[in-house]
């Protein structure tokens, strides 16, 4: 853990999966037998960790999957804590967001105004979360005034302690620039369902720190909602904590850098050449605890921010297209479905075990030049987009009797389903051999978590989503969602509604 950013982590998300299809122009009326169709929404299975001396053990957990979802967990999941709002860009900026941000009385109208246009800007690179901030001061009266009494109406009298625990986090915060990034919402002994899911508490005392500070937890919040499985009740973390808080630390300070807001009107080269030091003489002071997969303290920011960079030099030299989108956004969202060291594989093209060779090798060559040469420069927000998993339907059972799909015929196991944007009523519009829309000739099903309102087309046998038809893509399998990214197509949510293509992770 950096001891200059904490974070708290007690809840975590969902992953869900995606599926394909055949396809083309269907006559219902020409079916002759009948199936049964049910709407899906199953929580996946996740990676368990295992444990050698007490240290969480990435490098031989990777693919040990067959620990499933508690009812708890699946409940927090049909709430989408995982989402972001629906609040505009620069929504921290209007009267009902902040409502959600609390400073404390010590604090003055400039701290109000950085927090708000800190909030607004980070929210523009990484999404908009409905979420509580807390600014304290250096005063434990102003503390115990404002602060206390707001978190203990969000979270409920059980997480109003601040002898332990995370409200004792934001207690010490009082005098300080530490901040902490925190997934609570709910009563600690995990009865109720979730106020809200997210909150920052961070302490306000360095104004030319506010702003990096800020988007490092916010970074850490997106980390919460996509990562399912990042914690269990345990807070034992699904990637390395140097990964994680690395992460958090190099977008924040190169997007800082990028918006050039106060306290970071610095040269990113120059920044990474002091950090490169940093890391190079933790190196070879602490040998015993060098970045490795086995351990799951922070170790040194620095390190931990240069290995982030690294990775993504790495990734480009293996071929991805852009190492920064791969190595940060992507490899994240795969945790969960993939374990650490298999995403780490897939997005950076090397194992892990490697990856660490490599990187000590350039640490103790000192390769500082070559390094600050391969560094991106400071427009990070025009090279990356900030996914998110949300839940997607799916379906099995879809119609096949029929030869006259127009080039195909949809598939009957699980595929993930789409609307597409041109349809205006309940007859699909769109007669291509890509997307086949869905057809069942016998009743439908579907799980207890669907909200959504399902239906057949009155005058024949279309599959319809709150009162729209659906479709597969022909490119999907049963555990993609590939068709999420395509023009004029949406996933489903499990209300029914339509999820923008940059909230779907891949």
Request: proline letters at 3%; one cysteine or more; a negative charge.
């Amino acid at each position: 853990m950096n001891p200059k950013y904490l974070i708290s982590i007690f809840v975590v998300t969902f992953f869900a999966c995606g599926g394909g299809g055949g396809g083309g122009s269907y006559s219902p009326a020409s079916s002759s037998s009948s199936s049964s169709l049910s709407i899906l929404y199953d929580p996946p299975t996740f990676c368990a960790l295992t444990e050698t001396g007490g240290v969480t053990d990435f490098a031989t957990s990777s693919d040990n999957c067959g620990q499933t979802l508690t009812s708890f967990y699946t409940e927090l999941m049909n709430l989408g804590i995982s989402t972001t709002t629906n609040f505009e860009q620069n929504s921290f900026n209007n009267t009902e967001a902040l409502r959600q941000v609390y400073l404390d009385s010590s604090l003055g109208e400039t701290e109000n105004i950085m927090v708000a246009q800190g909030l607004s800007y980070v929210a523009e690179l990484v999404g908009a979360f409905d979420i509580y901030f807390f600014g304290v001061g250096d005063s434990v009266s102003a503390y115990e005034s404002d602060i206390k009494p707001k978190w203990c109406t969000a979270f409920g009298d059980s997480a109003c302690d601040d002898s332990s625990g995370t409200l004792k986090h934001v207690r010490d915060l009082v005098n300080s620039t530490d901040a902490l990034a925190n997934t609570v919402g709910f009563y600690a002994d995990q009865s109720g369902a979730p106020k809200k899911a997210f909150s920052i508490a961070q302490g306000l005392n360095d104004r030319s720190a506010l702003n990096k500070i800020l988007y490092h937890e916010y970074v850490h919040i997106w980390q919460h909602a996509v990562t399912f499985g990042m914690s269990t009740p345990e807070n034992v973390r699904r990637m390395p904590a140097w990964y994680s808080e690395g992460v958090a630390q190099y977008v924040a300070q190169i997007y800082c850098i990028e918006r050039e807001v106060f306290g970071c009107l610095f040269r990113w080269n120059d920044i990474m050449i002091g950090k490169w030091t940093q890391a190079s003489d933790y190196y070879n002071a602490d040998a015993a605890n060098r970045l490795t997969a086995s351990l799951a303290s922070l170790q040194n920011s620095a390190m931990a921010e240069w290995a982030v960079a690294y990775m993504v030099e790495k990734a480009e030299a293996n071929g991805k297209s852009n190492g920064e989108q791969s190595a940060i956004i992507d490899l994240t969202l795969e945790v969960v479905e993939k374990g650490w060291a298999k995403a780490f594989e897939d997005n950076i093209g090397m194992t892990q075990e490697q990856f660490y060779t490599d990187f000590h090798n350039a640490i103790a060559e000192n390769d500082q030049a070559a390094r600050v040469a391969a560094l991106k420069d400071k427009n990070f927000s025009t090279r990356v987009s900030f996914s998110f998993n949300f839940s997607v339907l799916q379906l099995t059972g879809a119609s096949t009797s029929s030869s006259s799909y127009g080039g195909g015929t949809p598939s009957a196991g699980k595929r993930t389903i789409y609307f597409y944007d041109n349809d205006t009523s309940t007859i699909p519009s769109y007669q291509g051999s890509t997307w086949p829309y869905v057809v069942s000739t016998g009743e439908i099903s579907k799980a207890a978590a669907v909200t959504a309102t399902v239906a057949k087309n009155a005058n024949g046998n279309y599959v319809l989503i709150n009162n729209k038809p659906v479709y597969q893509y022909a490119s999907d399998n049963d555990s993609s969602k590939l068709g999420a990214k395509v023009n004029d197509w949406k996933a489903i949510s499990i209300d029914g509604t339509a999820i923008p293509r940059e909230r779907v992770g891949p």
